[in-house]
């Protein structure tokens, strides 16, 4: 999980919690993140006036957004 994102690059490689997200995503979308969990760095969002998503790109080049707990860094 991470818990700050703001040392974090674009293009960086992250990891989506599959178990944080599976009762939110639609079922196509949580194929592919369990095929391959990592994904692309690509921007951040505003999400509510306390907390930032981090923008990401699937390796089906698809864009999506996750919220710090819900991805972790790949070391």
Known sequence: MIKDSRNLQKGQLLRVEINEVKDRLPLNI???????????LVGYKMVDGNQFG????????????????ELSEIL
């Open 30 to 40: 949580l194929e592919i993140i369990k095929k391959d969990p990592e994904v692309e």
């Open 54 to 69: 981090l923008v990401v790109k699937l390796n089906n080049d698809e864009i999506n957004w996750f919220f710090e707990n």
